[in-house]
Every structure is written in C-alpha cells, then in structure tokens.
C-alpha cells in the first residue's frame, strides 16, 4: 500500500444538494498520489508547514476512480464545525491542504457477486470502485442499494446511469425516504437489508457504507442469517 503523500490542492468546483451537502472537486497541485477504490484523504483547511505538525482535519472517502490522474472529490454532509468551516470557508479557487492515501475498506476485484450498500454520502467510495472498473472486463456481478432522505440530496445518478450502459453486470436501485415525482424508478422508503438478503443470500460479499446505525443494524442482520464476517465488509475509519 502507498505511503501517504501531503498535497496542495485547489477547489475547481462545488456542487450543493440540500442545505448541507456537498461535492467538492480538487485540482492537486502535484501528482495524485496511487490509491486503491475505498480509500480516504485527510482534508486540513489551515496552511500546512513542512517543519511543523500537520494541521487540524477531518477524513473523507474519495470519490473519483484511481484512473483519474486530474482531479479528486469528496462529497460532506455539515454537521460539525470542521465541515461548517468547509462550507463557509472553501470556495472555488480556494487552497487546501490533502494527505492521503488511507484506510482498507478496499473491494475485492475477485469477488464475483459484489453487493454495496450505501446511505446518504456513504456512496462516496462506491463511486470510486465503479468508475475505476469503467474499463474492465473481469466477470463480476455489482448490484448498488442506496438511500438518502430526499430526492435534493440524491448524489451521483448520472454516473450510476453512465456505469448500467458500460459495466456487463452492474445494477442499481435508489431509495428515497420522502418520495414525491414518481416519475423515475425510485423506491419509496429505506433500504430493506431483508429484501437483499433475499435476493443474493450468501452468494454475495456485502459492502457497507453510510451512517453507523445503518452498518451496525445491517451487519448485525446478515450475521443472524449466517453470512461470515470475512463477506461482512464495513466502512470504518
């Protein structure tokens, strides 16, 4: 696994969903250093000084495919100060400081039945396993559950359509909690870890991402219906 590298980065742009999400895009200003789908970046808002310690930050998985040497993002939601400060404070043309790569919450690419699900930004890491798979042909069935709360903070659709028309075997479905345009193939409410189960039984590896109630409760169900733990993968920092 790669050494952490320090880079200076600046935000070349920034998407809003809701009130309190958003997906930031960094242009480092050098390479990017090697980093395998599922891994995170520390983000430091403050100056960073080689001849003192790294600044104050806060971990986020990256969401672009280890083939894009241009750029990185992270998708937050505001609910502290540090990510309050990110919302005020970082602006497009901005400077900030990243280290990364961390973290071994990594897909196993031989893994033939691949099941990830994700809630709300949790769904970062999963977009960075698809698109880093846009170019491959290894025979591997991925199927992506994911939930947020309302159809303003749904992140990603159009790469979720764009990897249905590339990938052989990749199949999703998205919940959303509060549901009003039925016009799109939505399901109304949240993520039924039983439905899956009984879809793919312990023929698939389940990957989990998003708030800990959620990976808790779902871990929790799937060792109850006898899934080993080594196919019990958790997104935890």
């Known amino acids: 696994m790669a050494s952490p590298s320090k880079i200076q980065a600046v935000v070349s742009n920034i998407n809003r969903f809701g009130d309190s999400v958003y997906e930031y895009t ?14 995170f970046l520390h983000l430091a808002l403050d100056p960073y000084d080689p001849s003192y310690q790294w600044p104050d930050s806060r971990v986020f998985s990256i969401a672009t495919g280890n083939n894009n040497n241009e750029e990185l993002k992270i998708v937050i939601s505001v ?8 919302a005020n404070e970082l602006l497009v043309g901005s400077e900030c400081w990243l ?23 949790g769904v970062a890491p999963f977009i960075s396993f698809l698109e880093s798979n846009l170019q491959s042909s ?4 991925i199927t992506l559950y994911y939930g947020v709360k ?31 345009d039925n016009d799109k193939p939505y399901f109304t409410g949240r993520i039924n870890i039983e ?4 879809q793919h039984k312990g023929n698939a590896v389940y ?4 708030p800990w109630v959620m990976i808790e409760k779902f871990k929790e169900f799937l060792i109850a219906k006898d899934i080993i733990e080594q196919n019990i993968r958790i997104d935890e920092w």
């Open 150 to 180: 309302d159809i303003e903070v749904l992140l990603f659709e159009d790469q979720f359509i764009n990897c249905k028309k590339q990938l052989n075997d990749f199949d999703y479905s998205i919940y959303i909690e509060s549901l009003s």
């Open 207 to 210: 990957y989990l991402s998003g």
């Open 138 to 141: 290894a025979n591997k069935v």
């Open 26 to 39: 960094f242009k480092p200003k050098r390479r990017i250093p090697r980093f395998k789908p599922g891994q």
């Open 195 to 198: 439905q899956i189960f009984n």
């Open 79 to 86: 609910k502290g100060v540090f990510t309050t400060r990110m």
């Open 99 to 121: 280290k990364l790569p961390y973290g071994d919450f990594i897909i196993d690419t031989d893994d033939k039945q691949i099941v990830l699900i994700a809630g709300g930004t």
